[in-house]
């Protein structure tokens, strides 16, 4: 069992940053991949960036070059530095995980998530 909790949301201006943090409580939590989500309303949710449990990480293409995932095992947390901030960034951002993954850009994939946190990007 992992309990998720997201932090750092909040409103930016375009071309701005945010980091957003995941903080994870439980068992085991190196031996977990990790994604985030987001979810605009009226919109699926889709995926933003993944990090493996040996720390391999992949992106959207809608935010390659921009955002960047990174974990801390020994702090039971995951962050997602935010960069270059776009309006079309705005949504709510949900972190994820999974012990076993098989496609990694797929919600249904994960068994825990946080509660989410809301980005506003104004331009």
């Known amino acids: 069992q992992v309990q998720l909790v997201e932090s750092g949301g909040g409103l930016v201006q375009a071309g701005g940053s945010l980091r957003l943090s995941c903080a994870a409580s439980g ?23 993944h990090i493996r449990s040996y720390g391999n990480t992949y992106y959207a293409d809608s935010v390659k070059g921009r955002f960047t995932i ?27 995980a999974a012990r076993f993954i098989g496609t ?11 509660q989410g946190t809301q980005v506003t990007v104004s331009s």
Do not use: H
């Open 70 to 96: 990174s974990r801390d095992n020994a702090a039971n947390t995951v962050s997602l530095q935010m960069n270059s901030l776009k309006p079309e960034d705005t949504a709510v951002y949900y972190c994820a």
């Open 104 to 114: 990694m850009n797929r919600a249904d994939e994960y068994d825990y998530w946080g």
């Open 27 to 49: 068992r085991a939590f190196s031996n977990y991949a990790i994604a985030w989500f987001r979810q605009a309303p009226g919109k699926n949710r889709d995926f933003v960036a």
